[in-house]
């Protein structure tokens, strides 16, 4: 089954090492996510002067907003799988470098157009949160993971509790450029941090970058975002929103046969649909759903006069400082969601925290008579935000290989964008079709109609939570023959300092040394305890990172091919190949009156009426079909000198995979055709 190859990528880093740089590591990944998570709200105060600052329609300026969405959607997945092939360290710095850019060019600007542009630039940097909670995982010992994922998923909220406030003062106090030159300096600080503090893991997937999948996602993406950001001041029916609409879903149509296709896809769409990846993104969606109305409706309610019934008439910066509370809280929520996440598992946080968020809601339909009591439904739904978002990431780490976790998360978080694109959208519908006689200020009944939709996202997204499948324990029972595991899982090794985490590579292929495509590659201990899993790409490349050098179980299984198995011992030195070599088939022999028929035609097609399969015989009367999926279908042979074809139902199943056809003898004792017959060979 196995031949060796060698090759030696740079070793793990020392127990000792990995605790006395952790603390710094998650501060600064921590700093980079709450900075480049300011670049949503950047310029939010700002926006109801800018018509008058750059000479511009409110509508135009509303695309310094809706610019960094775009830009942000099209640049995460794009380089959170770029992180995962080239280095997550590397992307972190790009991701700061482009931010620093583009805040560099809002300085110098005085035009709309230019302004535009650097906000598209700045629209790069939130991609570096998805990257750095996988670095995380790849660099911080294992009883720290929990607790820094928590605190970098929080940052997603805590950035943009910080940024209103923060961005209104020094637009009051410096004038708008200030802002940008503000960015310039966190993205310088960071950009040094980083290259000064944080090392550059060592897990890389294999394959050649998916540039054609990303040209297709990115067109798709952008259209479905321009066409829910943009639908309200289009109008829904107008033929911009439909066009971008209809461009979404061609390049959408497109996209995905290409990453079912494609060895190395910028999203694998097969782990994609996996039960617990599928339903967590879901949940992420109706989460960034229902976070986004938190925000967006009491910045504003908080502003509306208070004549109007419904505000409290505070300024902007006032307003921004009222929500800076539930920021602070969700930093403080950090150590609360992982210890329930150790406790309890990732998916009860998620499910806790959604409900909770939900219960917010309704806190804040029922308590609004004044700022404390508005305050309070807010920040509850701050605190479910936080334990919610923070066992989203742990979710998909769990169920994707170790080398696709900032893809995987990447794709999570653009999820969740696309949930709050929507959140965005139907709150500015809403709250325009109920608003007060002879103003453009939102009904109170209108007002809690939105906090009633995010409630019952929270609600629809925790009993999707739900269903999420527990993640299983392995019972760690003796071995058979009595021996132990000779692999202890990861935290056990490195608490007694034989190293860290192991890069294992290797191929996929036949005996002849041809690739096999997209095989699952397996790697288990011997307790039974799952250590990482792959799928190869075109070439048949596969990497898992495994707890440490040792002795584990692999099972490699690919579509068309029987299983293999083998107990091997893998390190970080060795590049293993795995053969595999029976390939699984649909197989007989065709004859008459009991003489093998050579060069007979043999066709399978479906329920359908398409092709599948089609072969001749050989001398032996032998055919062989590659296996298509069980189930039903008819199998046809023909015999091509004398033009008598006999077809058949058959039904295919793990068990009968061997048909043999029996044509008619040409005539009969009394000059008359006769029948054929199609049987399972025994």
């Known amino acids: 089954m196995s031949a060796v190859e060698t090759t030696r990528p740079p070793p793990g880093a020392s127990e000792t090492e990995r605790q006395r740089r952790a603390g710094p590591i998650v501060l600064v990944l921590a700093l980079c996510g709450t900075s480049v998570s300011l670049m949503q709200t950047l310029v939010v105060p700002l926006l109801p002067d800018f018509p008058g600052l750059l000479d511009t329609s409110i509508d135009n300026a509303s695309w310094l907003v809706t610019v960094t969405l775009l830009t942000s959607a099209v640049a995460t997945p794009i380089l959170t799988r770029l992180a995962d092939m080239w280095g997550k360290r590397r992307m972190v710095v790009v991701s700061l470098i482009v931010l620093l850019a583009g805040s560099l060019l809002g300085v110098v600007s005085d035009s709309l157009p230019l302004l535009i542009v650097a906000r598209a630039l700045q629209g790069f940097a939130p991609a570096l949160i998805p990257i750095g909670i996988s670095m995380m995982r790849d660099e911080l010992p294992p009883e720290r993971i929990g607790g820094a994922v928590a605190l970098m998923s929080a940052t997603l909220g805590i950035g943009g509790a910080i940024g209103l406030p923060l961005s209104g003062v020094m637009y009051e106090h410096f004038g708008w450029q200030s802002v940008f030159w503000g960015s310039v300096g966190m993205a310088v600080v960071m950009l040094v941090a980083v290259l000064l503090v944080v090392p550059e893991s060592d897990v890389r997937a294999p394959g050649a970058f998916d540039w054609v999948g990303a040209i297709l996602m990115s067109v798709a993406l952008t259209g479905l975002l321009l066409g829910i950001s943009k639908g309200g001041h289009w109008g829904w029916t107008s033929q911009w929103t439909l066009l971008s609409f209809l461009v979404s879903a061609v390049f959408f149509a497109a996209w995905a046969p290409w990453e079912l296709r494609s060895g190395a896809p910028l999203v694998d ?222 935290a056990d090794a490195v608490r007694r300092g034989e190293g860290a985490e192991v890069v294992v590579r290797g191929r996929v292929q036949t005996p002849d040394g041809k690739p096999v495509r997209l095989a699952v590659v397996s790697v288990l201990q011997r307790n039974g305890r799952q250590a990482d899993w792959a799928r190869a790409d075109n070439d048949g490349r596969w990497s898992v990172v495994l707890p440490g050098s040792g002795e584990y179980l692999i099972v490699c299984a690919a579509e068309g091919w029987a299983a293999r198995s083998e107990l091997r011992q893998l390190s970080a030195d060795e590049r293993t190949v795995l053969e595999i070599e029976e390939r699984l088939t649909v197989a007989g022999v065709v004859s008459r009156d009991g003489w093998p028929v050579d060069d007979a035609l043999v066709v399978l097609t479906d329920a359908t009426g398409q092709s599948v399969g089609a072969t001749r015989t050989d001398t032996e009367g032998h055919y062989e079909l590659g296996l298509p999926p069980l189930g039903r279908y008819v199998l046809t042979a023909l015999d091509r000198r004398h033009g008598v074809a006999q077809s058949e139902e058959v039904v295919i199943t793990a068990q009968r995979r061997r048909f043999n056809v029996v044509l008619p003898p040409l005539t009969s004792a009394d000059g008359t055709e006769t029948g054929a017959s199609v049987g399972a060979a025994d």
């Open 269 to 490: 769409l097969r782990t994609s649909v996996r039960r617990p990846v599928l339903l967590t993104n879901v949940a992420s969606l109706l989460a960034g759903f229902a976070m986004f109305a938190n925000l967006l409706v009491a910045i504003q309610q908080l502003q509306y006069p208070v004549a109007s019934g419904v505000g409290f008439g505070l300024g902007v910066t006032e307003a921004g400082l009222a929500m800076l509370p539930g920021g602070v809280l969700m930093i403080m929520m950090a150590p609360l969601s992982a210890s329930i996440t150790r406790r309890y598992g990732a998916r009860t946080t998620l499910v806790a925290g959604l409900l909770v968020v939900g219960f917010g809601y309704v806190v804040r339909v029922l308590f609004d008579a004044s700022v404390l009591e508005l305050l309070i439904g807010v920040t509850i739904v701050s605190i479910g935000i936080a334990v919610s978002f923070a066992a989203m990431p742990v979710l998909i780490m769990q169920s994707v290989p170790i080398t696709e976790t900032a893809a995987a998360n990447g794709l999570n978080t653009v999820v969740r964008s696309v949930g709050t694109s929507t959140c965005s959208a139907t709150v500015a519908a809403v709250l325009a079709a109920g608003t007060l006689a002879g103003t453009t200020i939102p009904s109170l009944a209108a007002i809690h109609a939105t906090s009633w939709l995010a409630a019952g996202a929270a609600l629809l997204g925790a009993a999707v939570g739900v269903l999420i499948p527990a993640r299983p324990t392995p019972a760690l029972a003796p071995l058979p023959d009595g021996g132990a595991a000779q692999v202890p899982a990861r």
